[in-house]
């Protein structure tokens, strides 16, 4: 086994970086519309919202922040800070509002408008997992409730207290927790602390030689333990597999000890307890730990564009290579609605690419296409460069079977830049009062232009209740051999009941999912927001089965209680 250099000294507090407390990311990034001159057009197009001419709201001020007070006894604080250090058990109003919400578009509305209703009492920071076990006993000593917390990057609900908690609550912060252990170079396993942000996660596996090969959205701003409590994917799942095909072994604190599960490549012990605990959003206890599978960085990497002449071409060529001996890193397809929307959020291109891009388009409608229905495509290849070779040479005749056209490395080159900066959109949109957010699910290839069909019918219907023009689109993210992820995001302009109007299009959404066959949630968890529909997708009996499941292994109600099932 190897050991990759890292730090040894004690991780501090203040080194364990948040998002800003009112919206995503980091203070001073954002997203400028000025330099992309088709957004705006765009926007003012599609949901009716005039960005020249619109006022976009100041930035909150927390002073103004009505931040209900910790109802922790001194008593209980003074045992945390004998655990920890009095400088790690943290109770002023800062620390508790950045750990009450995630980073949905609900938490975001009522965190701008004020509405706090229970924060944590409590933030904890453990060194090691030592102090978390020390943490949890004495919080289940004193019942109270403990919600383990990551990067703080969840959108389905699953980190808020309830409103009518009584009980104390403690947000569990792993941020010091972040360091890769161990790598044992001959089995391609990694050991790697559960807090560990995605960039330090990889740079630490990187100057070994080794990459886990899991990139989601959220990646700059979530952790490896958030990952596996959510059932995470990430854009190169086609390659490396989905975080539960990832972790091998996992080390989770319960009450009294701790949950072992060795990293072997398979085993018959019974209902795999590794899968219970991947997904399980903090209800069976706090992750510590996680072995997961490694790769070596690969010789070539490289992302390419293509368009369809529409989406059923383009899906059908996605089935067609998941299907095949070709084995991409990433496969995705934008419909034509996102299509529009990635190039209106362009910049201008000048000279030679200007001129490059009105050849394409008057070469596209020479062919017969109609550019509003055309498809854009991003496919992955990585691997010795020979491998990689072949895997294009054979996606590029399967592309051209279904009528589609690659146009090289560029667009890809840009989409791997910019791939992480799609949230920051969405918190510009709110800045200007308008809605952008996202549902997605997952189908058989058999079910997949219904679903798309059905989502875009329920929106439609939902817009039109609300009386708001609103904006669909959506692309499929993740392929496997029987089916593909379907990735929504809808748009409008908000009226006078912002979270009404939210709930009535994002209901309509969820609901066409399961009832055209999809499920309620890909890869971002159940939490509060799905939890609804839960029952329709995994059955009654399935929802008593979970439901047993956590009655039996935390009867107290300790562990993040009413997630997933009430």
């Not at 055309?374 to 079977?401: N, P, W, Y």
């Amino acid at each position: 086994m190897t050991e990759p250099t890292c730090r040894t000294d004690a991780i501090r507090t203040g080194d364990v970086k948040h998002m800003k407390w009112w919206g995503w990311g980091v203070e001073g990034v954002g997203f400028h519309h000025e330099d992309k001159p088709g957004f705006a057009p765009f926007v003012q197009k599609v949901v009716g919202l005039d960005l020249w001419a619109g006022e976009r709201t100041e930035r909150p001020d927390f002073s103004e922040l009505k931040v209900p007070a910790s109802t922790a006894p001194e008593e209980f604080v003074t045992v945390l800070s004998g655990i920890v250090g009095a400088e790690n058990a943290i109770v002023d109003d800062m620390s508790r509002v950045v750990h009450t919400y995630g980073k949905s578009l609900r938490d975001l509305v009522r965190i701008r408008a004020g509405e706090i209703a229970r924060t944590p009492d409590v933030v904890v920071y453990p060194a090691d997992e030592a102090e978390v076990q020390r943490v949890v006993d004495a919080a289940v000593e004193a019942d109270a409730v403990i919600i383990p917390f990551g990067g703080g990057s969840n959108i389905a609900g699953s980190l808020e207290p309830h409103a009518d908690e009584s009980r104390v609550v403690v947000s569990l912060d792993l941020g010091r927790l972040r360091r890769v252990l161990e790598i044992d170079a001959e089995s391609g396993l990694a050991r790697i602390q559960a807090g560990v942000l995605g960039p330090d996660l990889e740079t630490q596996l990187n100057q070994d030689g080794w990459t886990m090969g899991h990139f989601p959205d959220s990646f700059t701003h979530s952790t490896l333990g958030g990952w596996v409590a959510t059932r995470s994917s990430g854009m190169q799942s086609d390659k490396y597999g989905d975080i539960a095909d990832i972790v091998k072994g996992l080390r989770v604190v319960r009450t009294g000890g701790v949950l072992v599960i060795r990293a072997v490549p398979s085993a018959s012990t019974g209902p795999s307890v590794r899968e219970m605990v991947v997904g399980s959003e903090g209800r069976l206890g706090v992750i510590t730990e996680v072995t997961v599978q490694v790769h070596r960085l690969p010789e070539r990497r490289g992302i390419y564009a293509y368009f369809f002449k529409n989406l059923d071409h383009g899906l059908a060529a996605m089935q067609e290579i998941a299907e095949s001996d070709v084995s991409p890193s990433v496969t995705r397809i934008s419909d034509a609605h996102e299509t529009r929307f990635s190039m209106a959020t362009s910049k201008e291109s000048k000279g030679i690419q200007k001129k490059a891009q009105a050849g394409l388009m008057a070469y596209l409608k020479r062919r017969g296409w109609n550019l509003d229905e055309m498809c854009l495509s991003f496919i992955g290849f990585e691997g010795g460069d020979a491998h990689a070779k072949r895997q294009k040479s054979i996606t590029d005749r399967i592309v051209r079977k279904h009528h589609g056209i690659g146009v090289g490395k560029g667009p890809g080159a840009l989409y791997d830049q910019k791939k992480f900066d799609t949230p920051y959109i969405r918190d510009f949109l709110l800045d200007c009062g308008a809605a952008g957010d996202v549902s997605e699910t997952a189908g058989p290839w058999s079910k997949l232009r219904g679903i798309h069909a059905a989502v875009y019918e329920a929106a439609d219907r939902a817009y039109e209740k609300i009386g708001r023009k609103g904006w669909t689109m959506s692309h499929m993210s993740h392929s496997y051999h029987s089916g593909a992820c379907l990735y929504f995001t809808f748009a409008f302009v908000f009226g006078d009941d912002p979270l009404r109007e939210y709930d009535t299009v994002k209901h309509a959404i969820q609901q066409a999912f399961v009832d055209a066959g999809g499920t309620i949630s890909h890869h971002h968890g159940v939490g509060l927001e799905h939890a609804p529909w839960l029952e329709e997708d995994i059955s009654p009996q399935g929802v008593a089965v979970m439901s047993g499941l956590f009655d039996a292994v935390d009867p107290g109600g300790n562990f993040n209680p009413r997630k997933i099932v009430v």
